[in-house]
Structure formats: C-alpha cells, structure tokens
C-alpha cells in the first residue's frame, strides 16, 4: 500500500498548516470566546481570513464553492485545521456544519441546496442536526425517536424536544428527524426562526470549541411545507447513513490535529524543564509517554487514512468508521492525558493551549456514538447477528 502524499496533497497541507500557525493561533485567547463557544463575530472574522487565503469549506463540491476534497484529501487538511481549536471554525470545517454539507450535497433538492447549502458553503449561514432527546427519546438508540411528524395536507407539523444540539445557538437552519404516524423517520429542513421553534438554554459542557455551544430546543406546532422534506419520506434513518460514516471519521481528523498539538506542547516542556539533575524528557517515565504518545499518533492517523481511502472506493464504511471512531477516540484522548500529566500543574491551568485541548477533547468518546455502543454495532456484525 502507498501511503505516500502527491506533490498537490504536500503542497496543500503546507498551505493550511502555514495559515493555521500564522493567521489562526494568534486568536487563541482572543476575548470573543465564551463557555458556549467562539462569538458569531470572531467567527465571521476568522471565516474571512480562510475565504482569502482559499482555504474556505474545502470540503464542499467545487460547483458549490470547495475545493472538492476527497475522503483522504479531508484526512491531510482536515489535521492540520485541528492543529488549533478554532481552525476548523475558520475554515468551515466544523461539526455540524461540515457534515451537514455533506449531507445536503447528497440527498437535498436543487432548490433545497439553493436555499440552505449554497450559504452554507460560503460561510454566511450556520447549521444544526437536531436528532438527540431527553430520556425517554432518542439518545444511542435512534429507534427511540419521539419527535412527531404529523401530516397536515400539504404541510408537517412538528412536536418535540431535543438537546444536546450543537451549534443551536445562532443557526440560521435546521434539520430534525421527527416520526410519521406509521413509525417512519423523516428529516426536515426549517430556518431557525420560523414560528415554533425556541431555544429553550444552552447546556454547561466540559467543551468551549463548538460556535453556539449546545443547545435544548423546542418544537410547538411547528408548520413545515411538504417541499422542505429532506430526502425520501419515510427514509430518515437511511438518508441519515448518508452523514454518519464520514461525519465520525472527520472528528477523528479534526481531534487528531488538536492531539498532535497537545503532543508538540509536551516535548517543548520535557526538552526545557529541568527536574533532579536532567532534562523532563530525560526520565524514562516522561520519554516512555512521548513515545506511547507518537504510537497512538500514528495508529489513529494510519485508521483515519485506511478508512478515507474505503469510503473514497464508494464502500459504505459503517464498521470500519466504527472502529476508527473508537480506536482514534480513545487514543488521542491518551495522548492529550499523558501530555497534561508531563506538564504537571501546567497542565491543569491555562498557561498553555493544552487544558483547553484536555476539556474540548473528552467529549469525543461520547458524541456521534459512545465508543460502547460502536464495540456493540460492531460485535453484533463480527458475529454475524446485524
């Protein structure tokens, strides 16, 4: 198997790495940013800076205004982009709104993509995916769905709560998964400030990462017309496999960047502080954690590669994406761990980047499936019972 980069791919990944160090993370402690998230402002700024720089949703289709990214193309930029926090939110990249994209381009009408994507694309909207909800709706298990869809002639009507929704705070649009009368998932496209929608608060969360926090919305006799269906009727769950398989691998992406990060922290202060006589990194209990650090690098980069190329082959990846969710999930997570413990009381202040990393990061092993529910889907099919 050749792992080697094309000449374009290199020059491309030098390109965002030089504009996430010079233009990015100088906005790192810039005050525009909240528990709940980058500010709209910084937000816009920061998009702009990408716009120039052509760095803008490369992931998008090139008619739409992107560069057209394949799966393993995204694996490069998409790591150099989470080498700081806010890069992803620079460049567009962002869960939700990149896997909303990608969604959207898939399965939207012409006149959907014209009304939602195409603003998307261009950094001057903001989405949401509203599927989770309290207990006893739909968490883990998506079979659990409570939000209703009943049909009104031409139009739906919607009624439900959801939360844990990401980037609710400020979204222009939103896409729900409600049930039909006949137990059938749908997705519907809505702006955000149609009447019957209320963003009930934001949720206190460990991360800060996220434009718009996450947020608890409200359904109340939501009206939605016919032709704001997304995809089939009927079909939500299916067209929502469209999203999963690349939207799991890309947080891999992303956070593998903001781990490698964490790790470049570590070695600056294991070469400088010195402790009994000798350098940190002198001490085998520090050298052997850089190195178990540089091991679950490139295992999760090596998963992420194998698993963009397979999706890039028109597989649909669902076991696979699975596995590297999990693996990258749990490996990143050790190596941003053993950096907070290389740095000692640094580590748990804001002296560096790297308590943000560590508080932004946890999150991962929950969202878009807990690394326990992924080991179960992919048991279930090892054995054969799927």
Not at 104 to 113: G, H, R
Not at 266 to 289: D, N, S
Not at 369 to 379: D, I
Request: with cysteine; net charge negative; proline share 4%.
């Amino acid at each position: 198997m050749d792992l080697s980069l094309s000449p374009k791919l290199l020059e491309l990944q030098e390109k965002t790495r030089s504009f996430i160090k010079d233009q990015i993370t100088p906005f790192e402690n810039d005050p525009r940013q909240s528990e709940h998230g980058p500010s709209d402002e910084l937000r816009k700024e920061l998009i702009e800076l990408a716009r120039k720089a052509g760095l803008l949703t490369p992931h998008a289709s090139v008619e739409m205004g992107g560069l057209g990214l394949s799966h393993i193309e995204k694996a490069i930029v998409f790591e150099e982009s989470g080498y700081s926090s806010l890069g992803p939110i620079a460049m567009n990249i962002h869960a939700p709104d990149e896997g909303n994209i990608h969604l959207l381009e898939e399965i939207a009408t012409p006149e959907q993509k014209e009304r939602w994507l195409r603003p998307l694309v261009a950094g001057k909207a903001r989405s949401c995916f509203a599927m989770t909800e309290p207990s006893p709706g739909a968490g883990s298990d998506p079979s659990m769905l409570s939000t209703t869809a009943t049909k009104d002639g031409d139009d739906y009507i919607i009624n439900g709560t959801k939360w844990f929704i990401t980037g609710a705070d400020g979204a222009d649009f939103v896409i729900i998964m409600a049930r039909l009368d006949d137990g059938s998932a749908t997705m519907f496209l809505s702006d955000m400030n149609a009447p019957g929608i209320e963003l009930l608060r934001n949720m206190d969360a460990l991360d800060s990462c996220f434009t718009g926090g996450h947020g608890v919305l409200q359904f109340t006799n939501l009206r939605i017309p016919g032709n704001q269906i997304l995809g089939e009727l009927g079909k939500g769950f299916k067209n929502a496999q469209v999203r999963l398989a690349p939207a799991r691998l890309t947080h891999c992406m992303r956070w593998l960047g903001q781990a490698r990060r964490a790790q470049d922290i570590a070695i600056a202060y294991a070469k400088r502080r010195q402790a009994f006589g000798k350098t940190l990194g002198e001490h085998e209990g520090v050298g052997f954690m850089i190195a178990d650090n540089n091991m679950d690098l490139h295992t999760s980069r090596l998963h992420i590669w194998d698993t963009a190329l397979l999706l890039d082959r028109g597989e649909r990846g669902n076991f696979e994406s699975s596995r590297a969710k999990v693996i990258c999930s749990e490996a990143e997570w050790r190596v941003v761990d053993r950096c907070v413990q290389i740095l000692g009381g640094q580590g748990v202040t804001g002296e560096t980047q790297l308590m943000k990393i560590f508080k932004d990061m946890r999150g991962f092993r929950i969202y878009d499936g807990p690394s326990e529910v992924h080991r179960w889907s992919m048991a279930r099919k090892l054995i054969g019972n799927k």
